[in-house]
Structure formats: C-alpha cells, structure tokens
C-alpha cells in the first residue's frame, strides 16, 4: 500500500502509460529510488482512458511497441497491424508485469501540487490522497493528450440523457441498442467509433464542425512487406526507426508533387492509398506539407475517394474537407467511416451551415430552429493537447513562478524536455519535441533514454540541480517556430496549434524537424557536455 512507500526519494514520475512505465523500468535499473503517481486505478495512460467502441492506434503494431528490449518483444506478439485499445492495455499491463513495476506504482494517486524549494534543492509534491513527497527530480509522464477538452456548448449540462465522452468512456462498455444518439466530432475519435454506433443505435445523428481527411486502414494480418525486415534484423529496423522522420522507417521521398505529371502523382498516392498508413500519405510528395499547390493535389485526392463512397452528392462535399491542408490537423485511420453516412438511419448535420444553438433536456437545438431529439450524447470533441495536462498540476517553480503563468503567452522549453525556471522538473514529450508527430513510441524511448542518462550523469558528477539556461531555450524555442514556419501546419486550426481550446494562444506545440534531426540536437547537446544546461550541487557551480 501507498503508506509502506518512502515519502522522500530520487524521482517522482507522474504517469504510469507507457512513458512513466518505461522510466520506472530504467531509472530503477539505475538504482535510483523511484515512485510512480497515477491518477488511473491501472497502468496504460491513454489506453486506459479511451475505450470508447472502435478506439485504435493509427501506428501499426509493427512500430507502435517498445523496442528497447529484445527479451520484451519476444515475449509478445500483437494480433493485427492495427491494434485495439483492450489489446495495448493488455499490452501495457503486460510491460508492467514483465518488469515487476506495479510495486512502485501509486494507482487512485493524483499530483495535486508540486513546489520547488530552491534551498531544499528538492520537488515537494501534493497528492489528492493528502500525501506530502519530497524528491530531487520530478518527471511528467503525463501524455499529450490526456486533459479532456470541456464541450463548451450552452447547455451541455441540462441534457437529462445518458452523456458520454469517448476519453472517459465507462468501463464496461455502453449498449446503444435501439437509442437516438448524437456524437458530436469528427476527429479521430469520433471517426472510429461512428460506424460502430452506427452498427448499434436506431439512429445516429453526427454533428461536424470541420471535415477531416481520413484514409481506410485496411485493418488485418500485419504487412508481409512490414513484418520481413523486422523478422530479418529486429535491431536494423528499431534502429532506422529512431533515425527517421516521424518514428517509422520510411525513405523519404525526393519527388516533389508540383513538378510531377498527373501519372506519377496519381501512381504514388494510390500506392501511399493502398497502404493504409499514416506516415506514407503524410510523405507522397517532398513538397505537399510545404506547399499548397503540392498538398492540394493529395487533397482532391482523397476529396475523389470521399466521393467514391459516399452516395449523396451534398453529404459527400460536406464530408470533404476544404478549410485546411492535408496533414496540417492529424488525419484519421477508418474502418467503414464515410460508407456509414450511406445508412438509412445515419444523418450528418454539419454545424458550419446549422450551428449548434444550445442542448436542451430532451437533445439538441439547431440555429434555424430544428430541434433534434436524443437518447444519449458522445463527446468526441478532444483534448486540450500537450499543455494541458502539464497546467492542469500547480507547478511552481523557482522564484514563485508558475508554470501555468510562464506558458500563458505559450508553452516555451529547452529541447521540449525542460523549462527555465522548473529545475530538476523534466517533461516527456513535452511541447517543443516530435512527440505527437511522431510514432509515440519511439519518441518516448528517446526522452526516457535522454532523462535517464541525464540524471546519471548529473549524479556521476557530483551534481544535484539541473535548469536550461535563458538563452538556449529562447533559441530552441526560435528554431522550432522557424521549422514550423516553413511548413503549411500553422495554417490550420489544429489542436498542434492550440486553436481547438478557446483562449489558448495560437503556438505551433510539437517540433517538426524530425525525430532524426531532434534526436542529432539531444545527442549533440550531451556530447558538448549539457550544453545549455545549468549545472550544480556540491561538486560546484558549472555552467554551459
Ligand atoms: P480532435 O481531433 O481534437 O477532434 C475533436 C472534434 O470535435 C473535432 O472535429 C472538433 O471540431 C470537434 N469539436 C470540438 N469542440 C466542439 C464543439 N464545441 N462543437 C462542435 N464540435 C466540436 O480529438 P480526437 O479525440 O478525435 O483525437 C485526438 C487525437 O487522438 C487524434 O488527432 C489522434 O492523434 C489521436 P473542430 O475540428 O475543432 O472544428
């Protein structure tokens, strides 16, 4: 029980998905004292969260599993080339075991609070069960998109049905057997799990804001053509996974899209088409994510495809999405998603030409006076990404400042990793790192390895108190503004750019250099000694 554990130790991480797993695994291996907080009753973060019917990561399987250890991958093998949320919790708890890190583990357990003393040289933390933990490093775990999103819709709160939001879902699942529902969003979440709703309720009313793009994923056995070089060289693959773009080993394409005959652009977006995966439609053409021109043409492409499926002319166009570049809001994997709209029972109302006015008790009110009528409501309308998690623990760092009150103009880090300020306070895929443009897997390991090599080294040197200095993150936080900035991605209302929460500053979130070019700056800064870091605790005082 939680009392038998040490109120003082070295780490305290927050989160036990598969970041705060994998640290407890390596920082204990290390022989540092370690707790992990969980504000879940079980391990898997994410996955443990979002059990909404349909829920999937878009990575396959093949990609999307730790890598760090041979042993591990032994051990398991995955079902499909698209696994469901009940398989990777069982995959997360399988790691968990594995390992033998329950232990150390505080489930029920939420970071209320947590206050750096500089004179103590120490984290105390505030639990919501009351408990007070001291610690020299605190490392969030918290994932990129675990804060839920508030509706912010009148009247959410008078409907008098059944409410449900695919992050929350219940545990055993929801019958919707012969009821009205209404889901409202058509990111992924609500991509996935419509046509199975669908499959259920005796009608089924989707109510868009934005169209997305969203490609079939051709779920099944894994790809022969995926499956080969891992069976041939497990360490070749893992390895060119981590010195790729985005986490899956991928030769980037030199065709530029605005320079190729209507053939060849035809040719390599039905191959990227035929794949089923995220990564190779984000990369048909060198240029699409540069420029219009070049994104436009993979988006009429998918705009013929939409078409090619959906029988009605008006529900077809308001399904294809115009407002933004292809790949500038995350695009979705779907089973079955735009033929569900060719169902008798199912109806699309799409909010840009009837808004929504207000939620009543019996359902939901349109703007031109339709009122719809329900039996349930699904929120699939998102999370307040990257940040919000991280605010939402009252962290306050040197100095009484806040986290919450630095990163009001926008979130500003060292690397994604730290932030002036929040000594020995570390972030795992933290804002300014790949994190959710990148296969979350590998982008994990990576800052986990990072971390822990830090907190061994600092120790190895007689150091107790680590903080980047102004000057580095203000140039990383310029660098990665300008790597965005050469892209189409702050072009979009997108939740990476923070525009799908009210109030929050327009700020590019994740870096988008690359997991190979991100991985060179971490690996470059290490080897000039922690450049850019602050340094000291007995040994003296060293700065870079
Ligand atoms: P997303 O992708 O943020 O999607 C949320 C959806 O909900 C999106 O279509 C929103 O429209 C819509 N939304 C949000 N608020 C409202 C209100 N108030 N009224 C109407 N519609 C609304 O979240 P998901 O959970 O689907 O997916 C998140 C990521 O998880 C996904 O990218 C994958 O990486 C996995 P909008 O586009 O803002 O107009």
């Not at 912010?152 to 879902?169: N, V």
């Not at 790729?244 to 040719?267: M, N």
């Not at 013929?304 to 002319?313: G, L, N, S």
């Not at 986290?403 to 103009?409: E, R």
Request: glycine content about 10%; overall charge negative.
């Amino acid at each position: 029980g939680a009392a038998a554990r040490p109120a003082d130790v070295d780490v305290v991480v927050v989160g036990a998905g598969f970041a705060g797993l994998y640290l407890l695994h390596k920082l204990r291996g290390l022989g540092f004292s370690v707790r992990v907080l969980e504000a879940a009753s079980d391990v898997g973060g994410t996955w443990y969260w979002n059990r909404y019917p349909g829920a999937r990561c878009d990575i396959p399987t093949t990609d999307y599993t730790f890598g760090f250890d041979p042993a591990l991958e032994q051990a398991w093998r995955w079902s499909e080339k698209y696994a469901t949320q009940p398989e990777i919790l069982r995959y997360a708890q399988f790691v968990a075991e594995f390992y033998d890190l329950r232990r150390d583990i505080d489930f029920d357990t939420r970071v209320e609070a947590a206050l750096w003393d500089e004179a103590d040289g120490r984290w105390h933390l505030r639990t919501s069960t009351d408990e007070h933990i001291r610690c020299r490093f605190t490392i969030m775990a918290t994932g990129c998109l675990s804060q839920p999103k508030a509706p912010e819709i009148t009247g959410a709160d008078r409907f008098q049905g059944a409410t449900y939001l695919t992050s929350r879902w219940p545990q055993g699942g929801v019958d919707f057997t012969g009821k009205r529902v209404a889901v409202i969003g058509t990111g992924s979440s609500g991509i996935q799990s419509i046509p199975i709703i669908a499959r259920q309720a005796s009608q089924l009313t989707v109510f868009q804001r934005t169209p997305n793009f969203s490609i079939p994923a051709g779920n099944g056995p894994v790809r022969e053509e995926r499956l080969a070089p891992l069976r041939a060289d497990r360490a070749a693959y893992r390895q060119a996974a981590r010195l790729s773009r985005a986490g899956v080993p991928l030769e980037p394409t030199q065709v530029y899209g605005r320079y190729s005959p209507p053939e060849v652009r035809a040719e390599r977006f039905e191959a990227a088409w035929q794949t089923g995966e995220l990564i190779p439609i984000l990369s048909v053409f060198a240029d699409q994510i540069l420029f219009k021109d070049a994104n436009e043409i993979v988006c009429e492409k998918v705009r013929e495809k939409i078409r090619a499926v959906v029988h009605d002319p008006e529900t077809a166009e308001a399904l294809s999405p115009r407002d933004h570049a292809f790949g500038t809001k995350r695009p979705c994997l779907d089973t079955g998603y735009y033929a569900t709209f060719n169902l008798p029972h199912v109806r699309l109302v799409d909010l840009r030409k009837t808004p929504i006015e207000r939620i009543t008790e019996g359902g939901i009110a349109l703007s031109g006076g339709e009122s719809l009528t329900f039996d349930a409501i699904v929120y699939a309308t998102g999370f307040d990404a990257m940040t919000g998690a991280l605010v939402a623990v009252d962290i306050t760092g040197r100095d009484g400042l806040t986290l919450k009150d630095k990163w009001a103009p926008g979130p500003s880090t060292y690397l994604g990793l730290m932030s002036r300020g929040f000594p020995n306070l570390f972030t795992i895929t933290g804002p300014g790192s790949p994190s959710v443009l990148s296969n979350m897997m590998v982008s994990i390991e990576q800052h986990v390895e990072w971390v822990a090599d830090c907190l061994a080294a600092l120790r190895a040197q007689g150091h107790t108190r680590i903080e980047p200095t102004a000057a580095a993150e203000a140039g990383w936080v310029q660098h990665a503004n300008d790597c965005a900035d050469i892209t189409l991605y702050p072009s979009a209302n997108s939740w990476y750019m923070g525009a799908n929460v009210p109030g929050k500053p327009r700020v590019f979130l994740p870096y988008v250099g690359g997991v190979d070019a991100y991985r060179r700056a971490c690996d470059e800064v290490v080897a000039r000694d922690y450049l850019g870091f602050e340094r000291s605790g007995p040994a003296g005082e060293r700065c870079n």
